[in-house]
T-cell receptor, first 110, second 114 residues
Framework: EAGVTQSPTHLIKTRGQQATLRCSPI?????VYWYQQALGLGLQFLLW???????NRGNFPPRFSGRQFPNYSSELNVNALELEDSALYLC?????????FGQGTRLTVV | AQKVTQAQTEISVVEKEDVTLDCVYE???????LFWYKQPPSGELVFLIR??????QNEISGRYSWNFQKSTSSFNFTITASQVVDSAVYFC???????????FGKGTTLSVSS
């Protein structure tokens, strides 16, 4: 069974640009979570999608947004990129009480 | 507010030593879930264990064991006879109910040398 897959693995963007990160959950999982792991800040919750709806949002500005598609895959969009957005972005999927994580997308903003 | 504290930032041990990673949590909920994850250099978070607040029974899985004590709000993780492959960052996390976000501690970097 395939695990959570994220693409791209690495992404380099210029300040002010937009970044789109993608996540495919484990088959059958309806919930997708996004986390940011920035240096020195630990793992911080970004967004939670379930059944196509945004269910919860962490303490991040509106330029962090996303969506979940009918097949439960998800996109995270970061607009007007800032240098501080450089981080590892992790996606997780869950069906019940256990979250399974992908390998992440390393976003570098220069 | 919920909070997870991992006071140990870095731990270094020599192979075959036992090591305990501490985790202290704060929550006002009566129902909650506690987790431990391992993050090797590849970056992916690997699930190790989940505990719900009503199950204080300690658990052992091979060289890994977990001690959950509600009285002290702690959920400590012990690796017995550590190995070089155990080198990673270990995160303790808390969820208030099924489906909500995980609140992570800052992580403990474990280095095991041969």
């Amino acid at each position: 069974e395939a695990g959570v897959t994220q693409s791209p693995t690495h992404l380099i963007k210029t300040r002010g640009q937009q970044a789109t990160l993608r996540c495919s959950p484990i088959s059958g999982h309806t919930s997708v979570y996004w986390y940011q792991q920035a240096l020195g800040l630990g793992l911080q919750f970004l967004l939670w999608y379930d059944e196509g709806e945004e269910r919860n949002r962490g303490n991040f500005p509106p330029r962090f947004s996303g969506r979940q598609f009918p097949n439960y895959s998800s996109e995270l969009n970061v607009n007007a990129l800032e240098l501080e957005d450089s981080a590892l972005y992790l996606c997780a999927s869950s069906l019940t009480f256990q979250a399974f994580f992908g390998q992440g997308t390393r976003l570098t903003v220069v | 507010a919920q909070k997870v504290t991992q006071a140990q930032t870095e731990i270094s041990v020599v192979e075959k030593e036992d090591v305990t990673l501490d985790c202290v949590y704060e929550t006002r909920d009566t129902t909650y879930y506690l987790f431990w994850y391992k993050q090797p250099p590849s970056g992916e978070l690997v699930f190790l264990i989940r505990r719900n607040s009503f199950d204080e029974q300690n658990e052992i899985s091979g060289r890994y064991s977990w001690n959950f004590q509600k009285s002290t709000s702690s959920f400590n993780f012990t690796i017995t006879a550590s190995q070089v492959v155990d080198s990673a960052v270990y995160f303790c996390a808390l969820s208030d109910q099924a489906g909500t976000a995980l609140i992570f501690g800052k992580g403990t970097t474990l280095s095991v040398s041969s």
